[in-house]
């Protein structure tokens, strides 16, 4: 469902483009003025919606900045998404990212209703393990603790022992006091966490689609261009990336680097609305853009979490034994400080 399907429900008039100039403000160098009008008419009712709803819109980084920067309420990495969705005092959250986020949410607020605004907005490290995968790893190596990476459903973290994120994979895993740990899903991020303690690390083989596709001879020939950039990876990339790139961090560190240094010339190696997202709050700053997309999060719109709020579906809902035992692995890792 694209952003035009329930356009007659939509206007755009004066007294929107007055109520909606605040938010154009804030994305006026990475969305063209002429196209503003095809958002600005979904913004308005969104806040309107909102209000009504007693809502908030949780936005991960990698969503458009129309999304990002005008509709959001709590943005950023899924560990900053998961520590605000447990504090929110909202009654419906809807989720601008993916399933296993919305599922986080979920596990979080169970007396909230969560929304997803497209159920297919997946992800490809979720898809590429299950529970019984995670059963047969801990039968293959009995007591080792076993550590999730976000990215998971709510069914493979129910049967594991803790979670992470890319931002304290580290600091989690250390946590455990244990020589060994399995790390799954994401086979290059936990090569990376390897390579950052003396824990013996048992990977899983599951891959990003958009992370995984980045080269180090890709980036050799954007640096060949641009003798002075300053390259920025996410450790879902493979190895060879992150020995290329001159800082290594997750999604929310990343942004904070950039606006604490201010490197003049600029390449995120991610998902490429990203860069879109931080150019609006550093105009001063040039971005180069490699662009691939996550198809997963491009399913969410405008127009589709318009329709969610006014609707109040899809739902989110996890089986409460389930949601139980994901809930542990979720709140063990939230009790790591940061």
Sequence with gaps: ??????SSEISYSPAVAKATAP???RVRNVIPEIEWPVHAGYVDAIHRLKRERNAVVLAHNY???EIFHCISDIVGDSLALARQAAETNADVIVMAGVHFMAETAKLLNPEKTVL????????SLAESITGADVRILREKHPGVPIVTYVNTSAEVKAECDICCTSGNAIKIVESLGSDQVIFVP?????KYVARNTDVEIIPWRGRCEVHERFSAAELDTYRNSHPDLFILAHPECPPDVLDTADYVGSTSQMISYVGRERPKNVLLVTECS???NVAAANPDINFVRPCNLCPHMKRITLAK???SLDTLTP????????????????????????
């Design 305 to 307: 979490i318009y329709r």
């Design 1 to 6: 469902m694209g952003n035009t399907e329930i």
């Design 274 to 276: 990203m860069s879109d």
């Design 315 to 338: 739902r989110v809902e996890v089986a409460p034994k389930v949601a139980a035992q994901a809930r542990v692995a979720v709140e063990s890792m939230l009790a790591v400080p940061c």
């Design 186 to 190: 994401d086979e290059f991020l936990a």
């Design 23 to 25: 938010f154009y403000e």
């Design 63 to 65: 969503q458009t900045p």
């Design 116 to 123: 997803i605004p497209d159920t297919r907005a997946g992800c």
